[in-house]
């Protein structure tokens, strides 16, 4: 039981990076473009994000 714990977490810490990553890469490319692509694009980051988490929690 704590094994999967460990895992969970590991696999967690990794989206979190990850997202953090994209939306980093995201803000800092998308900045010259206007503001609502802007938005979509890290909408769209977060909408990944949550897909991720569902999968692996289902």
Do not use: C, E, H, Q
């Amino acid at each position: 039981m704590r094994r999967s714990g460990l895992a969970f977490s590991r696999v967690f810490a990794t989206i979190r990076i990850a997202s953090a990553s994209a939306s980093y890469l995201a803000w800092r490319y998308a900045s010259p473009l206007p503001p609502l692509v802007k938005d979509i694009a890290i909408n769209a980051i977060g909408r990944t994000k949550l897909s991720l988490t569902r999968a692996l929690i289902t």
